[in-house]
Nanobody, 120 residues
Framework: QVQLVESGGGLVQAGGSLRLSCAASIPPKRMYAVGWFRQAPEKERELVARISWSGGSTKYADSVKGRFTISRDNAKNTIYLQMNSLKPEDTAVYYC?????????????WGQGTQVTVSS
């Protein structure tokens, strides 16, 4: 069983930055990839960024490339999403997710979500 708890959301002005954290309880020797998804009102959930267990592979949605950075510290069981140059269209609930498959086409575990609001 994997538990994921997000933190770090909030209200920020356009052009500002936020760092989201995901505290993950992952059983030993279970090499889960982790992703950050987001869902805005009346929109489908979108995979924003994902990172492999080792941290050696990352992938980003085109909409956030060059602005967002995903990283993980397995010693601290924490995954981060650094978000810079935020835009109003980044406003959404952001979810941390974990799955053994790096592609994350289906997700086994979800966090509860954290709200990010970017004002113009």
């Amino acid at each position: 069983q994997v538990q994921l708890v997000e933190s770090g959301g909030g209200l920020v002005q356009a052009g500002g930055s936020l760092r989201l954290s995901c505290a993950a309880s992952i059983p030993p020797k279970r090499m889960y990839a982790v992703g950050w998804f987001r869902q805005a009102p009346e929109k489908e959930r979108e995979l924003v960024a994902r990172i492999s267990w080792s941290g050696g592979s990352t992938k980003y949605a085109d909409s956030v490339k060059g602005r967002f950075t995903i990283s993980r510290d397995n010693a601290k069981n924490t995954i981060y999403l650094q978000m810079n140059s935020l835009k109003p269209e980044d406003t959404a609930v952001y979810y941390c997710a974990a799955d053994l498959d790096y592609r994350m086409e289906t997700v086994e575990f979800w966090g509860q979500g954290t709200q990010v609001t970017v004002s113009s």
